[in-house]
């Protein structure tokens, strides 16, 4: 018999997750559940969401409901398909108990952390943040509580020196793909008993803004930084304000010595600008002048250096 799941995401790190349960010859796919089509970028294009697009490519059904508490219609159409399972991954929506309690073995959400640490929207970048050595991906079966149903799974996972939030999202999320079809077969067999999660070693991360990626650099030094580049090399990024103008930094570097106090800029070789951080420099690569095109060092230098050097400081 074929196990009948609904597949709950949105974003695209879920999509190996998605493929891997089309492909799987022992489940049958009912359709997929995703967030509704939205606005982005400068013009305001409305967009659909990877999850839907892939979905429609494999001919697979998409609902994309608005709202899901006391949705009594959307209740009764998942009912109407007898799921056995559903499976959760950055869906981005709280699943309410009613629509919990519909499916044979419950629902397993697909969280990227080693639950119970980092429970939350944002458990990449925290880790990334944090100086985590390792990371990872924890099923668990859901209830009403962000992150804090029973565990099944944990699977452990090394971050590597050179991960920015892309290179970790990418890994945990083909890594995904590869655990879901044994893990769905041994859960709904009874082989994987889920086990409580330890609340009292909970830590949380919050939904991230745009002003995160600001960089103070009174109150942070060049190591954290530079981890804050790494952990939103996607989005929001990381800028600091000259002039009254926005520099995105793009990439960089550090150094222990610090040329001046925080936020000075130094020009002590050919093209390299050191900014002072609370404790040592970052040595900023690739920068975005408000306005204008992302640029290495070199070229970007030879538009402002004159500019900067008049004014050497990062606010």
Known sequence: MQLQVVFFGTSEIGIPTLLALVENK??????????????AGRKGEITSPEVKIFAEQKNIPVLQPENLKGNEAFEQFLKNLKPDLFIVFSYGKILPPAILAIPKFGAVNIH???????????????????GEKQTGITMIKMNEKMDEGDIIFVKKMPIEENDDYISLEERLSILSG???DPLIQDYTQGILKPLKQKNENATYCSKRTK???KI?????????????????????????????KRIKIQDGSTEESQPGKPGSLSFTEKNIMKIACKKGSFIPKKLQMEGKKEMGIEEFLRGYEKALKENPKFE
């Open 112 to 130: 990227t952390s080693l639950l119970p640490k980092f429970r939350g929207a944002s458990p990449i970048q925290e880790a990334l943040l944090q």
């Open 211 to 213: 002003e995160d990626g």
């Open 178 to 180: 590869i655990l879901i």
């Open 26 to 39: 022992k489940i049958n796919l009912l359709t997929v559940i995703t967030q509704p089509d939205q606005k």
């Open 216 to 244: 103070d650099w009174e109150k942070e030094n060049a190591q954290e930084v530079e981890r804050k580049m790494k952990a939103f090399k996607k989005w929001p990024g990381i800028f600091t304000m000259w002039n009254g």
